[in-house]
């Protein structure tokens, strides 16, 4: 089994700043990737920003605003959200993808953290 603990979240001004963590414990294949999704009021649920090995993907939306990092030390990544927008309002869900060893292809989620842009 794999765990995840989101920290960060909270309110945020338009053109202001949050970062977003989540540490992964447990059963953790050394390949793996992660990822932050996001759901909106009344949205489906979307993905914001992968990262597997070093290579980070970012939803359109958030491209040159927002940056996901890993510390591999930690199992942890940041979501460092710059330039927050009230569409960026979201409940905001930490995954994560085993891709190798005997539970290859185990999918876990975190529990989501809310993220409120609001003047």
């Known amino acids: 089994q794999v765990q995840l603990v989101e920290s960060g979240g909270g309110l945020a001004q338009p053109g202001g700043s949050l970062r977003l963590s989540c540490a992964a414990s447990?059963?953790?294949?050394?390949?793996?990737?992660m990822a932050w999704y996001r759901q909106g009021p009344g949205k489906q649920r979307e993905m914001v920003a992968s990262i597997t090995g070093s290579t980070t993907n970012y939803t359109d939306a958030v491209k040159g605003r927002f940056t996901l990092s890993r510390e591999d030390a930690e199992n942890t990544v940041v979501l460092q959200m710059n330039r927050l927008q009230p569409e960026d309002t979201a409940v905001y869900y930490c995954?994560?993808?085993?891709?190798?060893?005997?539970?290859?292809?185990?999918?876990?989620w975190g529990k989501g953290t809310l993220v409120t842009v609001s003047s």
């Open positions: 995954y994560l993808i085993l891709l190798g060893g005997i539970y290859y292809g185990s999918e876990y």
């Open positions: 447990g059963r953790i294949d050394p390949i793996y990737s």
